[in-house]
């Protein structure tokens, strides 16, 4: 959903189904209902603020900044989703950080180190302030490709349903407690590489000259409440 065209004071709103939103609407058998909603400011430079000052650089977003046109494509629409919290003296926002094994890191080796159990938290710049109660997450969207890894939670409880759409899987699973410092959600993921044949190193390999090939994958994770998203690589070596 975008807002058009606000110069004549009117707000025009170009809403449009996502592709998988379609797909439910096309069933035909009453499981399509609009439950909620969210707002985003994907298109927002806060450095023009920075830059100007608070009141001139926010007059120049709100005047000249362009509005992305709705999307139908769910993977790129909302990127940057707007919070609502009830902290009135908010200054600091919660971001995630992934703890790795030492022995591993990020590399994986097939027939050797299969799998690595990764430790998701939720923390503050500072020590000096703990995680909102309405930021805190409860639980967490992970997305990676399944050609090459599987994640699910290293209890192999609390983990959903998993979807799958252009070889990218998606799964929420619940947190497990909160992170002892700040008080946020955390959880342990256990990455294990998937099952493929050697030509994948063929056509996937940034390096398949060499005599140990390697694929490098990306796991995502994103926390429900905050919004707050960690990217980390790994490394699946083939021996």
């Known amino acids: 959903m975008g ?38 400011d994907d298109e ?103 050609r090459f890894l599987s994640v699910v939670r290293n209890d192999l409880s609390g983990t959903g349903t998993k979807s799958v759409s252009n070889n990218i899987a998606r799964v929420t699973i619940s947190a497990e407690g909160s992170e002892g410092t700040y008080g946020g959600g955390m959880v342990n993921l256990k990455v294990a590489i998937a099952s493929f044949s050697d030509d994948y190193y063929n056509t996937y390999s940034t390096d398949r000259n060499s005599t140990n090939p390697v694929i490098k994958t990306m796991v995502m994770v994103t926390g429900r409440a905050s919004g707050a998203t960690w990217y980390q690589e790994f490394k699946i070596f083939k021996s």
Not at 50 to 58: A, I, L, N
Request: hydrophobic share 40%; glycine share 6%; proline share 4%.
């Open 3 to 40: 807002f058009l065209d606000h110069s004549t004071n009117n707000i025009i709103v170009d809403a449009v189904l996502t592709d998988h939103g379609r797909q439910i609407l096309a069933r035909n058998d009453g499981s399509f209902v609009i439950a909620k909603f969210a707002f985003g």
């Open 44 to 146: 927002v430079d806060y450095s023009i603020i920075q830059k100007f000052g608070v009141t001139v650089g926010k007059e120049k977003i709100s005047k000249n900044t362009p509005v992305f046109e709705a999307q139908t494509n769910g993977d790129l629409a909302l990127k940057y989703r707007l919070l609502d919290c009830s902290t009135p003296d908010l200054v600091v926002l919660p971001y995630l950080t992934m703890a790795l094994p030492v022995s591993t890191t990020n590399t994986l080796t097939r027939g050797s180190v299969t799998s690595a159990v990764c430790t998701v938290s939720q923390v503050m710049g500072s020590t000096a302030y703990t995680v909102p109660t309405d930021l805190v997450d409860g639980s967490f969207d992970v997305e990676y490709d399944n």
